[in-house]
């Protein structure tokens, strides 16, 4: 079946580096989804990318989507303490309604 | 946007018994979504619910262990069964709002569930 992984399962910073997390499917995909899941919550949404190559901002955050659709990355610039949390992607292929979730991102930002 | 709450928020249950998850949206949506989430991991998708049909489940997961009800376009449960330890985790109800461009999933605060 579809699999979806995230790298790095864990990133340490220090407030005002950057963080990167990549995102790899195993099946192309029609669109994928970012959410945020700060401690203790539930998933947030980000934002969805649907076309290929498709490049989005968010402040300081950025969001790719692969040339071939098989894969995503989330950048943010300049941490900050409240970037703290799991990021994950979610994808979803053609002729689906469901979504899969990768294996996420646990961001920590030491101040 | 879409405002579910969920009851219980959390349960302590012993092992070989039954907990109903419930999960109310504040608009009526078609598809209702469960997930698990055990800590520290991933959501796993257990099934699909919509209004007036049988549930859709996932790869791992049957009725018999989870039976879901949708009596409405606003409302469903999940049912954990015979409960074990195994089972212990979040449960979250999800729906999706088609009412943008982009159909982002909304999540309930999720039902944490600890079995002994």
């Known amino acids: 079946g579809q699999q979806v992984m995230q790298i790095p399962q864990y990133q340490h910073v220090q407030e005002g580096e950057d963080f990167t997390t990549y995102c790899n499917s195993s099946?192309?995909?029609?669109?994928i989804q970012w959410y945020k899941q700060r401690p203790g919550g539930h998933p947030v949404f980000l934002i969805q990318l649907v076309k290929s190559g498709e490049v989005k901002k968010q402040k300081r955050l950025t969001f790719q989507f692969g040339e071939a659709k098989k894969n995503s990355s989330l950048h943010i610039t300049a941490t900050q303490t409240t970037d703290v949390g799991t990021y994950f992607c979610?994808?979803?292929?053609?002729?689906?309604?469901?979504?899969?979730f990768g294996t996420g991102t646990r961001l920590k930002v030491l101040a | 946007s879409a405002v579910i709450s969920q009851k219980p928020s959390r349960d302590i249950c012993q092992r070989g018994t039954s907990l109903t998850i419930q999960c109310q949206v504040d608009s009526q949506v078609t598809m209702m979504f469960w997930y698990r989430q055990q800590p520290g991991q991933s959501l796993t998708l257990i099934a699909t619910a919509n209004q007036g049909s049988e549930a859709t489940y996932e790869s791992g997961f049957v009725i018999d262990k989870f039976p879901i009800s949708r009596p409405n376009l606003t409302f469903s449960t999940l049912t954990v069964s015979n409960m074990s330890p195994e089972d212990s985790s979040i449960y979250l109800c999800s729906v999706e709002n088609w009412d943008r461009a982009y159909n982002e999933q909304f999540f309930g605060p999720g039902t944490r569930l600890t079995v002994l």
């Open positions: 979610a994808g979803r292929s053609s002729g689906t309604y469901k979504y899969i």
């Open positions: 099946t192309t995909l029609s669109n």
